[in-house]
């Protein structure tokens, strides 16, 4: 197993890396609405969100020699399923056929205060 890390994504706020990869496959730890610039949580809606949270991922997985287009899971964790259509209309702009399997989660709490979390599963 390879850590992966990368300052084009935020860092760590704990003992996990932002990825693995483990021979083709890589396993991204969740990514959220965090400006890797600055470490803070972006200043925008539910879709800028979750943008910014898939241009997380696809720091990590480029850092592990993968992309978007590689995924081949998904899990989301949201805030509140009231936003589960615009995170879609976003989530539909990173990802293309044949699209990753999925699944949607609502959680009661983050560790700190956004909409939304995204973990992936890429083959490369």
């Known amino acids: 197993m390879q850590p992966i890390s990368t300052d084009e994504a935020p860092a760590s706020l704990g003992p996990y890396s932002q990825g693995i990869r483990d021979g083709d496959t890589i396993y991204t730890s969740g ?8 470490g803070e949580v972006i200043d925008g809606d539910i879709r800028e969100q979750t943008a910014q949270t898939l ?11 993968g992309s978007l287009d590689d995924v081949v899971k998904t899990t989301v964790y949201v805030a509140d399923m009231g936003d ?12 293309s ?28």
């Open 31 to 38: 990514q959220g609405p965090i400006d890797p610039d600055t």
């Open 55 to 65: 241009e997380n991922l696809d720091a990590v997985l480029a850092a592990g020699g």
């Open 84 to 95: 589960y259509d615009a995170i879609n209309e976003a989530y539909a702009e990173y990802v």
């Open 97 to 124: 056929r044949p699209y990753p399997a999925r699944s949607a989660v609502e959680v009661g709490e983050f560790p700190v205060e956004i909409g939304v979390e995204i973990e992936v599963v890429a083959r490369v």
